[in-house]
């Protein structure tokens, strides 16, 4: 059935797309210890001799954005996991007052709310990665259309940089891009999937 093989390939993508997330926490664990690590041993040798520490016993070079990354990286990853498991926080306490079809409702109108958000969120990421342009500049398009690559190069290299160890963002940008769209392709997939199951599973009337 074609439906049952969508929500397969559905299915895959996003546990798929999840454990490649769950390498950006293992990232983010062990450099956050590791920086702790030589933090310590910086201050305990410190404290046993008068010399100051090796050079390299110090926190790790910007940590925290690195950590911020990762993080950000496996949260954008796990989006469409967690939308296709229903896996988004719900309030059951008025669930029974509604029955099943004004829960059934209920979720669809849930379904349709987060593929909004996901609408959103596509469509910001994708003016992250391309700043509009000035007013003396061309714009995207042209360069697209006219095959200016260099142009185009210069101008994501002169995009935003983090602040402690100066790292283009714009790949980031293009990752959780990717990541988003993913995510919108499983919400609307699930607004399908809660509109089947609304009117599968109502009452035939003759």
């Known amino acids: 059935m074609l439906f049952g093989r969508i929500e397969t390939l559905m299915t895959r993508i996003s546990i798929g797309l999840a454990l490649i997330g769950g390498l950006g926490l293992i990232f983010a664990t062990v450099l956050t210890c590791i920086s702790i690590i030589l933090k310590m041993i910086g201050r305990v040798a410190n404290r046993i001799s008068d010399a100051s520490a090796p ?19 496996a949260l954008f990853a796990v989006l469409p996991y967690v939308m296709m498991r229903r896996g988004h926080v719900t309030i059951d306490l008025f669930a029974p007052v509604f029955g099943r ?52 190069g210069d101008r994501l290299r002169d995009s935003q940089i983090s602040q402690i160890i100066g790292l283009p963002l714009w790949p980031t940008y293009i990752v959780a891009e990717f990541c988003t769209v993913i995510f919108f392709m499983v ?15 109502l009452p035939v009337r003759l």
């Open 55 to 73: 050079s390299w016993a110090h926190s790790i070079l910007g940590e925290e954005e690195l950590v911020q990354l990762a993080v950000g990286f």
């Open 101 to 152: 079809l004004g829960n059934r409702i209920l979720t669809l109108l849930g379904e349709i709310s987060l593929a909004v958000i996901a609408y959103l969120l596509m469509t910001r990421q994708w003016f992250l990665i391309f700043k509009k342009a000035r007013r003396d500049d061309d714009l995207w398009g042209e360069l697209f259309i006219r095959g200016d690559w260099a142009e185009i």
């Open 187 to 201: 919400a609307v997939f699930c607004v399908i999937r809660a509109t089947r199951d609304l009117f599968s599973k």
